[in-house]
């Protein structure tokens, strides 16, 4: 069991640089892959980033890529997602994501069972 904090979201202006944090509780994180998605309103929820439990592979979605990086920290069980140069279309509502997958290709949506409250990310023009 995990449990899941997310903060850092707030109000940007476009081209501008946000990081996001997941921190979670228990003394097993490093057995957890973790992800990061997000959902604009009217809209379903979609992938961002993710990242195996070692921090040894991470992947992303075509639209962030070259602007967003995930990162984790195991020994503060904290994950990050830091994203510049931000766009309008980020805007969304944030979450984080944990699954017990073990292997080191990118988790499919299925396997993640343990999300957070989300955090608001809104990028102005």
């Known amino acids: 069991q995990v449990q899941l904090v997310e903060s850092g979201g707030g109000l940007v202006q476009a081209g501008g640089s946000l990081r996001l944090s997941c921190a979670a509780s228990?003394?097993?994180?490093?057995?957890?892959?973790m992800g990061w998605f997000r959902q604009a309103p009217g809209k379903e929820r979609e992938f961002v980033a993710a990242?195996?439990?070692?921090?040894?592979?991470?992947y992303y979605a075509d639209s962030v890529k070259g602007r967003f990086t995930i990162s984790r920290d195991n020994a503060k069980n904290t994950v990050l997602l830091q994203m510049n140069s931000l766009k309008p279309e980020d805007t969304a509502a944030y979450y984080c994501?944990?699954?017990?997958?073990?292997?080191?290709?990118?988790?499919?949506?299925?396997?993640?069972?343990?999300w957070g409250q989300g955090t608001q990310v809104t990028v102005s023009s």
């Open positions: 990242i195996t439990r070692s921090g040894g592979s991470t």
């Open positions: 228990g003394r097993t994180f490093s057995r957890y892959a």
């Open positions: 994501s944990a699954t017990n997958w073990g292997l080191e290709n990118r988790p499919p949506r299925s396997a993640y069972g343990y």
